[in-house]
């Protein structure tokens, strides 16, 4: 089992080359077809201030959409420059709400950024691209932190276990990279008992399931009322060096954790390392 297909997303966002190398070197790693797709989003402007300028303000956005997606190739370009890989250009006008949701189905992983508002050029930060499209692709996404190097990816992974839906769905998907990965700790956070929980033994399960593919892991559960369970999380991925975390992704409405907090909100707004997320 490998990846096939991998779809990245590329924009001019000061995060793009670091997303590009990291996309660059997983879908060597894999021998698959890496996809780079560029969506032209034209700015919602206001009636009354589109219909005293009409045509003159029409013709200054394509311009500007056409710069933008000319400078997105060139860094798609130079990111590719030199490998053998089957590479494929997309440059697409729409909104990218939409469009790269519906691209991102017929890849096996789509390679996005970290929301950046710090950014000006990062012109989806506060549209919530990356919620969407966890939520909507129905593919696994790969998340690339807005800043840092990332010369690894999967060698040392870290993997959040707490079997619900969201996060069996996690390791099914990331098992490309889990096959590939020189060591794999499973970390259980405040597990339930039961039958409908943990089992006897937290992790344990998952681990002999992740055995019989061939992926060696090493099974943990630690019990703690006054941390995040997002804040322990990334602790842990420094402790073990980790340079990747697969996890589930939203296992509670994504309005109850704009509320109340949670560990998917917490971890893309505070992550240090790429993050594999599966809805």
């Not at 793009?16 to 997983?26: G, S």
């Not at 060597?28 to 201030?49: C, D, K, M, Y």
């Not at 130079?78 to 890989?85: I, R, T």
């Not at 893309?268 to 809805?279: E, K, R």
Request: proline share 4%; net charge negative.
């Amino acid at each position: 089992m490998a990846f096939k297909d991998i779809l990245v997303y590329v924009d001019t966002a000061k995060s793009c080359p670091e997303r590009l190398a990291v996309a660059v070197r997983l879908a060597a790693r894999h021998g698959a077809h890496l996809i780079g797709l560029h969506v032209r989003s034209l700015a919602v402007v206001p009636t009354f201030i589109f219909s005293e300028l009409g045509s003159q303000l029409s013709a200054l956005q394509s311009q500007f959409a056409a710069e933008t997606a000319a400078e997105a190739k060139d860094l798609f370009d130079a990111a590719v420059a030199g490998s053998a890989l089957s590479v494929e250009w997309r440059d697409v006008s729409g909104d990218a709400i939409d469009v790269v949701p519906l691209h991102s189905r017929y890849a096996d992983v789509t390679i996005v950024g970290q929301a950046s508002l710090d950014d000006d050029d990062d012109i989806l930060a506060e549209r919530g691209l990356v919620d969407h499209l966890v939520l909507e692709a129905g593919r696994p996404v790969l998340v690339v932190p807005a800043v840092g190097h990332y010369p690894t990816l999967g060698d040392k992974v870290l993997m959040a276990w707490n079997s619900s839906r969201e996060s069996t769905r996690a390791t099914a998907d990331a098992l490309p990279i889990l096959k590939l990965s020189r060591q794999v700790n499973v970390l259980a956070i405040n597990p339930r008992g039961g039958q409908m929980g943990h089992g006897d033994v937290p992790g344990s399960d998952i681990c002999l399931h992740l055995a019989r593919h061939g992926v060696t892991a090493v099974c943990e559960s630690i019990a703690s009322d006054d941390i995040e369970v997002g804040s322990m999380l990334l602790s842990r991925a420094a402790d073990d060096e980790a340079d990747l975390l697969v996890m589930g992704a939203y296992g509670r409405s994504r309005l109850r954790e704009l509320v109340l907090g949670g560990a998917t909100r917490h971890i893309l707004a505070h992550m240090t390392i790429p993050v594999f997320l599966s809805h």
